[in-house]
């Protein structure tokens, strides 16, 4: 059961934008709408970010985004923010031979 | 108020057993499938195990199958992990996390509420 790629950092200034790539095969982020995001700041559980690919939890900001083409998903945050600093982790359904979930290796946002 | 809170973590032998308890409030937990998700020191997260809210569908990870085993009492509010043979690399925090959307096993809408993580140190 092999991890979803991501990059391990990105870094940004307050108000720009940056994407999060998340990079599977067809039996997971490619062949289901099921990539959910989430944020995890440091000595904290896991926040909900985006769900099916796209959608947002009530409560998070419109400045989270999501979108895929073929076995990539990616985050995008616009109008960056000091607090948006923390871990994000991608993760899919996955039909694999251990099927449900498996999650990306995580991403460093920095926000200079 | 929704809330999940894990307990059972601690120091144990490499080779020896522990049982993790999940104590859900503020929803209605047998409505909703539930997950065991762990996080070694420095590292990403990994899924354990999933329980759909009967207990008719359970998966593992590859890495836990056959030494780890979920379970639920919907009565109780509550979810399991049981955890015997355990290796130095089980070490992590474990948090328990509910699925946001019920559909089975066969789908995954997210895991909206996480709870605040037990710790298991797996050590000589």
């Known amino acids: 059961q092999s991890a979803l790629t991501q990059p391990a950092s990105v870094s940004g200034s307050p108000g720009q934008s940056i994407t999060i790539s998340c990079t599977g095969t067809?039996?997971?982020?490619?062949?289901?709408?099921?990539v959910s995001w989430y944020q995890q700041h440091p000595g904290k559980a896991p926040k909900l970010m985006i769900y099916?690919?796209?959608n947002r939890p009530s409560g998070v900001p419109d400045r989270f985004s999501g979108s895929k083409s073929g076995n990539t998903a990616s985050l995008t945050i616009s109008g960056l923010q000091a607090e948006d600093e923390a871990d994000y982790y991608c993760s899919s359904y996955t039909s694999s031979s251990t099927p449900y979930v498996v999650f990306g290796g995580g991403t460093k946002l920095t926000v200079l | 108020e929704v809330q999940l809170v894990e307990s059972g973590g601690g120091l144990v032998q490499p080779g020896g057993s522990l049982r993790l308890s999940c104590a859900a409030s503020?929803?209605?937990?047998?409505?909703?499938?539930m997950n065991w998700v762990r996080q070694a020191p420095g590292k990403g997260l990994e899924w354990v195990s999933y329980?759909?809210?009967?207990?008719?569908?359970?998966y593992y990870a590859d890495s836990v199958k056959g030494r780890f085993t979920i379970s639920r009492d919907n009565a109780k509010n509550s979810l399991y992990l049981q955890m015997n043979s355990l290796r130095d690399e089980d070490t992590a925090v474990y948090y328990c996390?509910?699925?946001?959307?019920?559909?089975?096993?066969?789908?995954?809408?997210?895991?909206?509420?996480w709870g605040q993580g037990t710790t298991v140190t797996v050590s000589s």
């Open positions: 996390a509910r699925d946001q959307a019920y559909c089975g096993g066969d789908c995954y809408y997210g895991m909206d509420v």
């Open positions: 099916e690919v796209s």
């Open positions: 503020g929803f209605t937990f047998s409505s909703y499938s």
């Open positions: 329980i759909s809210s009967s207990s008719s569908t359970i």
């Open positions: 067809s039996s997971d982020v490619g062949g289901y709408n099921y």
